[in-house]
Every structure is written in C-alpha cells, then in structure tokens.
T-cell receptor, first 114, second 115 residues
Framework: NAGVTQTPKFQVLKTGQSMTLQCAQD?????MSWYRQDPGMGLRLIHY???????DQGEVPNGYNVSRSTTEDFPLRLLSAAPSQTSVYFC?????????????FGPGTRLTVT | DQQVKQNSPSLSVQEGRISILNCDYT??????FLWYKKYPAEGPTFLIS?????DKNEDGRFTVFLNKSAKHLSLHIVPSQPGDSAVYFC??????????????FGRGTQLTVWP
C-alpha cells in the first residue's frame, strides 16, 4: 500500500494562476479531506468528502474547489491563487465518514504564491 | 474562534522524564478526541484517541486523560525519548450536528526531548 500520496511536493505560483493539487489513496477509504497548515495556526479543514460524488465545505473553503469522481482521488483546485494561499496542504483519508478519526495523512504540498 | 486550544506552543523535557501536553476544548458536542504527532516535512500521524465515555486510555508509553467537566485533556509520555521530539496536535470530533464529518485541530505543541 502506498497510503496517501500527494503531488507535487513543492509548487510556486504567481498571483492569479490556477492549479490542481493531486491526492490519491489506495486503502479504499470513504472519507477524504484537505487541510492547510499555516505557522501557529494548526490544521484547518478546507473541504472534505464522505464518498464518491459527495463533498462539503470545511472551515476555510473560499478560493478552493474539490470534486470526488472516484473513491481513490480527491483533487484540490485553486481557482485564482493569492498570496494568502501560501501554505502547506495536507490530504487525509479515513475508513469511516461518521467518525473521521485515525486519519491517514499524505506528506504534504508546500505552496508559495508570489 | 478556535474550538480546540493548545495554549503551550512548546515544551522541553529531559530524556526519561514525563512529558505532559495539554489541550482544552469549548464545544460540548465533541465526544471523541485524538492526538497526532508530526515530524518536520512529513504529514501528521495518528497517535492515540479517547472517547468521551472514558476518562483514560493507555497505549504503551502514551496515556491520554480526559476531564469532561473541565473540557480538558492531556497526553502523558513516560518515559520521554529523544525520538518523541515533534509537534503534537490535539483534535476533536462530534458524531452529530453540523460538525459531523469534521476534525478540529489545536495549534500544536512543539515537544523537545533533550538527552
């Protein structure tokens, strides 16, 4: 099992550019989520999905889109990058969507927006 | 407003001694609590959890204590080892209402264990 994989590991964008952060898991987990980690802010939930075709917003969804067409993949799209989106992004998955504890996290994508 | 709070950004402990990391929460609907550990340049990894029907859960050197009346939990590491040096995140969830499906994280505590 590869677990949760994220690509790319690093990315630099200019303000206004768009891009997609990729996330995939091979554990047949129903629940997947995206977090961002900023210095001194902990992890904040951006969007999550409780199964293919079902997504919902987390605490900080503005400026991001998600879709879940398969169980394995949960890409995060930045529509028009802003410097405030400079952060480390983590994708996570869990077997249970009712109790999304014991989430497995990917290694993260470090994004810089200039 | 943060619903899960870790008020100590850092903790330094000598190897072999006890490390105690603290966490407070404000939402009384939270009924499941977790601790995650994070090394630099890696994703967080699950460490230990506790349900609100318990007040203690133990796993090897790690014990989590829950005080529901005080809305407080703590993670004890005994004995502490240099490999325990990492950022520890407290997280909470609820199985009902608008918070269903979400984990709320604290800001983390950097633990440093020195020889």
């Amino acid at each position: 099992n590869a677990g949760v994989t994220q690509t790319p590991k690093f990315q630099v964008l200019k303000t206004g550019q768009s891009m997609t952060l990729q996330c995939a898991q091979d554990m047949n987990h129903e629940y997947m989520s995206w977090y961002r980690q900023d210095p001194g802010m902990g992890l904040r939930l951006i969007h999550y999905s409780v199964g293919a075709g079902i997504t919902d917003q987390g605490e900080v969804p503005n400026g991001y889109n998600v879709s879940r067409s398969t169980t394995e993949d949960f890409p995060l799209r930045l529509l028009s990058a802003a410097p405030s989106q400079t952060s480390v992004y983590f994708c996570a998955s869990s077997y249970s969507f009712v109790r999304p504890y014991e989430q497995y996290f990917g290694p993260g994508t470090r994004l810089t927006v200039t | 407003d943060q619903q899960v709070k870790q008020n100590s950004p850092s903790l330094s402990v000598q190897e072999g001694r006890i490390s105690i990391l603290n966490c407070d929460y404000t939402n009384s609907m939270f009924d499941y609590f977790l601790w995650y550990k994070k090394y630099p340049a890696e994703g967080p990894t699950f460490l230990i959890s506790i349900s609100s029907i318990k007040d203690k859960n133990e796993d090897g050197r790690f014990t989590v204590f829950l005080n529901k009346s005080a809305k407080h939990l703590s993670l004890h590491i005994v004995p502490s080892q240099p490999g325990d040096s990492a950022v520890y995140f407290c997280a909470a969830s609820a199985d009902r209402g608008s918070t269903l499906g979400r984990l709320y994280f604290g800001r983390g505590t950097q633990l440093t264990v020195w020889p």
